[in-house]
Antibody
C-alpha cells in the first residue's frame, strides 16, 4: 500500500525557516518524481514544486522560486521541502504527492500545517 | 502562472447532471492533454477522479467524466449523489510547471 507521511510543519515567525519531510513507503521511491502542493486556509490548491525521480531536475512555482528548495534522499525514501524567508502568505497545509508536474497525482499524504505568524 | 478559471459554485439535485468548466489558455489546457481533476472533502487530502482529460482511475465511479475543447476542460458528474458534495479542482500541465483551477464547490440540494 502506497503511503506518504508528511511532517515538519509548525508555527514559525515571518522570515524564519522550516524543513518539511515526506516519508514514502509501499512503492519504489527512486522510480517516481514527487511533488509538493499547498493550500492556504479556506483557499484553493496551489502547485509548489516538483523533483524528478533522480533529483536532477527541479521545478518551482514563481511564487516560491528562490525561497523554497525541494530535495530527496532515496536511501531514506524521503522527500524534503526547505522553506526560507517565510511570509504570512506561505501559511497553509502542505501536501506531498507522487508524480511530476506533467503527471497526475494519484497518491497524496495527509498534509502538514505551516503557520507563519508573529 | 495564473490559476485556471472555474465557477465558484455549482449545485444540483440528486440524480441530476452538472458540469464544471475549467478555462485556461494556449499555454496550459490548450496545449496539453494533461488535465486532471481532483475532489476534496473538508479536512481531507485531494482525490484524483480524472486524469489525462478523460481517463478515470480504478475505483472512481463512472458517473464522473471529463472532456476538453480548446482552452477549456470540463468535468461532468451524472446521477448526482449526496456524497459528491465537495470541492473540485482542475489541474493542467503548463510546461515545466502545473497550475490548478480556482476550485468549484458542488452543493447537492
Amino acid at each position: 500500500e502506497v503511503q506518504l507521511l508528511e511532517s515538519g510543519g509548525g508555527l514559525v515567525q515571518p522570515g524564519g525557516s522550516l524543513r518539511l519531510s515526506c516519508e514514502a513507503s509501499g512503492f519504489p521511491f527512486s522510480r517516481y518524481a514527487m511533488t509538493w502542493v499547498r493550500q492556504a486556509p479556506g483557499k484553493g490548491l496551489e502547485w509548489v514544486s516538483s523533483i524528478s525521480n533522480s533529483g536532477g531536475t527541479t521545478y518551482y512555482a514563481d511564487s516560491v522560486k528562490g525561497r523554497f528548495t525541494i530535495s530527496r534522499d532515496s536511501s531514506k525514501n524521503t522527500l524534503y521541502l526547505q522553506i526560507n524567508s517565510l511570509r504570512a502568505e506561505d501559511t497553509g497545509v502542505y501536501y506531498c504527492a507522487r508524480g511530476a508536474p506533467y503527471d497526475y497525482w494519484n497518491f497524496w499524504g495527509q498534509g502538514t500545517l505551516v503557520t507563519v505568524s508573529s | 502562472q495564473s490559476a485556471l478559471t472555474q465557477p465558484a459554485s455549482v449545485s444540483g439535485s440528486p440524480g441530476q447532471s452538472i458540469t464544471i468548466s475549467c478555462t485556461g489558455s494556449s499555454s496550459d489546457v490548450g496545449s496539453y492533454h494533461l488535465v486532471s481533476w481532483y475532489q476534496q472533502h473538508p479536512g481531507k487530502a485531494p482525490k484524483l477522479i480524472i486524469y489525462e482529460v478523460n481517463q478515470r482511475p480504478s475505483g472512481v465511479s463512472n458517473r464522473f467524466s471529463g472532456s476538453k475543447s480548446g482552452n477549456t476542460a470540463s468535468l461532468t458528474i451524472s446521477g448526482l449523489q449526496a456524497e459528491d458534495e465537495a470541492d473540485y479542482y482542475c489541474c493542467s500541465y503548463a510546461g515545466r510547471n502545473a497550475v490548478f483551477g480556482t476550485g468549484t464547490k458542488v452543493t447537492v440540494l
